[in-house]
């Protein structure tokens, strides 16, 4: 398991979306793939919306 799949279990665990966490590997060279990370990101989280505390629970 790695430690990106360990995140993913952890934050469903805990009641939250799998979807609020993402890694993608950009270059330094790769400017545009950098641009389109982090657009398509911030567009996912304002979609499922601000977490709240009642929202997730203890596992």
Not at 21 to 39: G, H
Request: without cysteine; hydrophobic residues 45%; proline residues 3%.
């Amino acid at each position: 398991m790695t430690r990106s799949d360990m995140i993913v279990e952890l934050l469903e665990d805990f009641g939250y979306e799998a979807e609020r966490f993402s890694l993608t590997w950009v270059s330094s060279a790769e400017p545009d793939k950098f641009v389109a990370a982090v657009t398509e990101m911030t567009a996912r989280i304002k979609r499922l919306g601000p977490v709240s505390s009642q929202d997730a629970s203890v596992a």
